[in-house]
């Protein structure tokens, strides 16, 4: 496995769930993160246990705030981070008629074009040294489609064709980039989620990944000899 001390990292959508996981992994790997969400009472009392890491206050949504956040990691590391991960993310069950034009825009700018921003800001750097990670969350949800998902699948499909594109982009210039998609993993996003069946009826929670099943195949991508690009990982339950 490489090393990956003293390295540094941004990951987004790190205040909870398979985020705030990463971050902890990563940090326990000597990484410097800049943890990354809108909850920043959260991202505070995270960092204060991960060492050598900073909050990063910013909604994904705000091009503006994307910018300044961008900046602010761009100063405290003195350039674009050794490793992007584009974690953050929100998912909604809703048949399409259902889908609200609200519902449907957050989905893809947060899940879409939030991510874009960041690996566009700072892709160039990565390339002009030769070296770097971007590792995206997809899910199984950007290759295969369920009902409810129209938002949420639009969104990861697009981000799998991004992903795919900088990948064909990337080859040979030494910067990597990695698709990590998992199957249903239990974190706070299935709150908000009524599981019903296509006749409406309540439908039991099906048995799901632990956050830190993905934390280690990100690690996985990531420790990789240098060499070796993990283009995609796909992970179901058994
Ligand atoms: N859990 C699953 O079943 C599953 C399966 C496949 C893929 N995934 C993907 O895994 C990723 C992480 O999901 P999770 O399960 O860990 O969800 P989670 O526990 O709900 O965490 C989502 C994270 O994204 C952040 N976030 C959401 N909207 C944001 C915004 N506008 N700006 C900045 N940060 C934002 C949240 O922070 P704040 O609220 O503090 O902003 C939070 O840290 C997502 O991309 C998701 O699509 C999840």
Known sequence: MASLRGSTAVVTGASRGIGAGIAAALAGEGVRVALLARNEAKLKEL??????????KCDITSAAEVEKAVEMIQREFGGSPDI???????????????TSTKFFVDTINTNLVGPFLFLRSFAGEMRKRAKGHIVSIGS?????????????????FGMRAVHEVLRAELRGTGVRATLISPAATDTDIWESVKLTDPLGRPHEKRPMLDPADVVRAVLFALTQPERVNIDELRLSHT
């Open 47 to 56: 960092s204060r246990t991960l060492d050598g890491s900073f909050p990063v």
């Open 84 to 98: 992007l991960v584009n974690n953050a993310g929100i998912f909604g069950v809703a048949s399409v008629e259902e």
């Open 140 to 156: 199984v949800a950007d290759r295969t489609i369920y009902t409810g998902n129209a938002a949420y699948s639009a969104a990861k």
